[in-house]
Each structure stands twice: as C-alpha cells, then as structure tokens.
C-alpha cells in the first residue's frame, strides 16, 4: 500500500499569513513548503450547490461556462484570482464547489476515487442548460463547460471528461499528477513494510499498525482523518492514462517548470497520450499555480472558450 510520498501537498484550509502573489506566468517559485503560500479567505456566504451535494460559490454572470476543480487539502477560493472576483479581468461564469471532504462540502460517504468524485458533478453539471440551443432536440441538453483542475482536481477532471464527454468542452490541468513519475513510487520505509508483513501475520495489531502509518506515512496522509485517509490512499494509487487516451476535448496543460510535487516530465508524458494537446510553462511558478500564475491559467480558460 502506498501512502503518498513525503512531500506530497500539504497545508491548512483556510488561515495563514497574507501576502501579494504575483499574479502572472512569469511570477516568483513559491519557494516555500507546499501548502504554506498566501492565505486562501473563504467568503462569508456560500451557496449550496447540486441539492447540498456541495457548497462553493457560482462566480459572473449568466450561465456557467467554466467549472474548477482544487487539489488535495485545498478549496475553490484557490480560483478566486484565476476566473473569480479576485481576477484582473473581472469573474467568469464560473461554477466554483468545495470538493467533498474539503472547504465546506462534507466528507464522502465511502472511500472514493477519481471517477466517483467525477460522478457526484454530473448532477451539477447537468443542471447548466445551454440558453442558445435551437430545435426541440437541442433544447434541454446540458452546455459543456471548461473544467479547469489543479493537482487532485486535474484528475477528477480527467476521469469526469471520460465518463461524460457531452459535459466538457475543454480541460485546462495544472500540476495534476496524471501519470507516474519516472523510476516510479518511492518505496514506504524498511520498518512499515515489515509492520505491515508481520500484521499479515497477526504480529502486529491494529493500533501499532495505525502508529507506524502515522509515523511513515506522507504529511498529507498523517493529516487526512477517518474516510479522507482511505480516500488519499486510493486516489493516490490510480493511474490515468487510460482515461487520458480516450479524451476527445481540446486540453491544455500549464506546469509551474521547477513543479517538486509534479514535475514537468508528467506533463510531457500526460501530452503525449493525448492527441493535440499543448503544455504551457510558467517559470517559477511551484506547484500551487492557481495562487503563483493565476494570469497563466487565466489566459489558457479564455482560449478554451474562444469560438473554434
């Protein structure tokens, strides 16, 4: 069982210091433990989204067109620069939910992994109908929309572009570790294994397991708590690259190029099982981009949208 590696993602919800990100491609690396940048400051209202399935805010005007998904340990207000009212450019019609198990949305029922994540937004995106449709047959369909995804996110992005390709039009993934890195997983420490050997054995039981899991295990997997520690270990165990070789839609990459969680070499190779991709480099960027390149990601939603 793989538990994440030590330096996977961390960081508190919401709190922190404050300080001004630069907001372009070419902005500062983070240069600072992942999950330690700037403050993300939830809204005093959020609105209850899909039935209560979730609860984020809806950003602009008029009917949804772009739909975002955060990473792991994070919350939608990590958009709030990118496509929301923190934006230079002014909020795009943006659906913006609390993944469940994060922010505000409740924890899911059972451990879940990318594709069921992905199928607890098909009601959401269901309900955004496509206000230009002609003809009774059109008339009633869901409008795709752009599903923008940082790390985590990307890869419900990709598993929700899968199952329900009517539903997006494009993908825009950031940080998203799509694919394994090179020379694969690090091994767990020699001591867990043997733990977990001797507890097959009945040597060892449940609450010294528990304690060698706390003490091996990633940051994020130490932090997550009931359900969330069984929902990390599998999402941290799929693999994609089946799901990225059936997309259809336009999708672009933009990578923070010194990205320690996820480097660049998964977004070559997440490019080169997709058809026609594009991979966008921000110089110094990090690994959290929705906060360290917002303009970046900014730009690659607006040409997703633009007419083809």
């Known amino acids: 069982m793989y538990l994440g590696e030590p330096s996977q993602q961390r960081g508190a919800l919401i709190g922190g210091h404050k300080r001004k990100v630069p907001g372009g491609c070419d902005a500062g690396g983070d240069g600072v433990p992942v999950g330690s940048g700037p403050a993300v400051i939830l809204p005093p209202m959020l609105k209850s989204l899909a039935g ?3 609860f984020g805010e809806v950003w602009g005007t008029g009917g949804p067109e772009v739909l975002v998904l955060h990473g792991w340990a994070r919350t939608h207000g990590d958009f709030a620069k990118v496509v929301g009212p923190g934006s230079p450019g002014g909020s795009l019609a943006t659906l913006a939910p609390d993944l469940p198990g994060f922010g505000a949305t409740p924890s899911p029922p059972t451990p879940w992994g990318a594709a069921d994540y992905a199928s607890a937004l098909i009601p959401l995106l269901e309900g955004v109908l496509d206000d230009e449709a002609h003809g009774a047959e059109e008339r009633g369909r869901p409008k ?13 992005a990709v598993a929700l572009a899968a199952a329900r390709p009517d539903l997006v039009r494009a993908l825009v993934l950031t940080g998203a570790p799509l694919v394994p890195r090179t020379g694969g997983r690090r091994k767990p420490a020699a001591r867990f294994r043997l733990a977990k050997g001797l507890q097959a054995f009945g040597l ?35 693999r994609y690259e089946d799901e ?10 933009v990578w923070g190029d010194d990205d320690s969680e996820v480097p660049v070499e998964v977004a070559r190779a997440a490019q080169s099982k997709v058809p026609g991709a594009t991979l966008t480099l921000c110089p110094g960027a990090g690994h959290l981009t929705p906060l360290t390149a917002p303009d970046a990601l900014r730009a690659a939603v607006e040409r997703a949208l633009a007419p083809s």
Do not use: Q, T
């Open 52 to 54: 209560g399935a979730f």
């Open 144 to 156: 795709p929309v752009v599903v923008l995804g940082h790390s985590r996110g990307g890869c419900i």
């Open 204 to 238: 060892v039981g449940d609450e010294r397991m528990e304690r060698a899991k706390r003490r091996y295990g990633s940051a994020d997997y130490r932090a997550a708590e009931g359900i969330m520690r069984d929902v990390f270990v599998r999402m941290v165990n799929e």
């Open 244 to 253: 990225l070789a059936g997309l259809r839609c336009p999708v672009e990459l």
